[in-house]
């Protein structure tokens, strides 16, 4: 089956209404839908990038042989943000972060964000203040157009927490990890 909780949810409702009556049947599988519903959308993918080696290519490290930098923590949120799943997502992102002594930098990578509501955008300048007072700079990267334009609106043209906000992850990378390499080799 291409999608098991999907194949679950459709003798869930077939059995429904077998056993209750179509009206029941059909309400049962509704609300059974709906929660699966409510589930995904608050507990949105959340993908750790690295580059593919020799490329501008970043991919998931569970799924791609990638590099990696330990100042650096690319993060790509695979929905848009809101009041759903903002909660879900800092959690994620605060363990990602607890594993990483060494991290300076964590770029969320919005390339699947579409929209981000008011009450998340709260929440994400809160994290990103908090990550700020153990020294962890948080950025933005490949922010869609009508996305900048909010952010810009709401007066956040340099990023969250003085954070940058970088056109591509290629960008965030050579700006953030290699020149700290290079600050690194130059002490």
């Known amino acids: 089956a291409y999608d098991r909780a999907e194949a679950a949810l459709l003798l869930l409702t077939l059995g429904a209404v077998l056993a209750l009556g179509v009206e029941r049947g059909l309400v049962a599988g509704l609300a059974a839908t709906l929660a699966l519903w409510l ?35 690319l993060l790509r949120p695979d929905a848009s943000l809101t009041s759903l799943n903002i909660g879900h997502l800092r959690d994620r992102v605060l363990s990602e972060v607890a594993e990483r002594p060494a991290l300076r930098h964590l770029v969320l990578v919005c390339s699947a964000v579409n929209a981000l509501e008011g009450g998340a955008l709260l929440e994400l ?37 003085g954070g940058r906000i970088f056109l591509s992850s290629q960008q965030a990378v050579e700006t953030l990890a290699e020149s700290e390499a290079a600050l690194s080799l130059a002490a």
């Open 125 to 161: 300048e809160a994290m990103a203040a908090d990550l700020a007072e153990a020294g962890i700079r948080t950025h933005l990267a490949e922010v869609k157009g009508p996305l900048q334009d909010r952010l810009d609106r709401a007066g956040l043209a340099g990023g969250l927490g």
């Open 39 to 73: 589930r995904r959308a608050g507990h949105p993918h959340l993908a750790v990038l690295g580059r593919v080696p020799g490329t501008e290519h970043f991919r998931n490290v569970r799924r791609h042989q990638v590099s990696t930098w330990p100042e650096l923590l």
